[in-house]
């Protein structure tokens, strides 16, 4: 039996393109307007928490997501909400785009 929550994999900053590459993986960057001009991973998808709410329907729950933002900490909420929602696979990336230097 399948649970009804699916659980959120922690994948290290340092390690995203290749758990990207793995899974076949959407890069989801859920950070704010202002904070993409600073730089965004290649090929993320933006779509910002503060509008999240009415966008994720966008999103595919077959597909893998890793969702990224500054330091980890909206990421790992946005996270456990897709998960909750029964997207199949989804990716947190700990400790988010200040640990490459992007944020």
């Not at 009804?4 to 859920?30: F, G, I, K, Y």
């Not at 998960?83 to 990336?93: H, I």
């Amino acid at each position: 039996m399948q649970s009804l929550t699916n659980t959120v994999e922690q994948v290290p900053a340092n390690q995203w393109m290749q758990w990207r590459n793995e899974h076949n993986a959407v890069v989801l960057d859920v950070r704010e307007p202002m904070e993409w001009a600073m730089g965004i991973l290649p090929g993320a998808q933006k779509m910002a928490m503060s509008t999240i709410a009415q966008d994720w329907q966008s999103l595919d729950p077959h597909t893998p997501i890793l969702v990224v933002c500054r330091t980890g900490s909206r990421s790992a909420s946005v996270s456990q909400a897709l998960a909750g929602a029964g997207f199949a696979r989804v990716g947190n990336m700990v400790g988010g785009m200040a640990v490459l230097g992007l944020a």
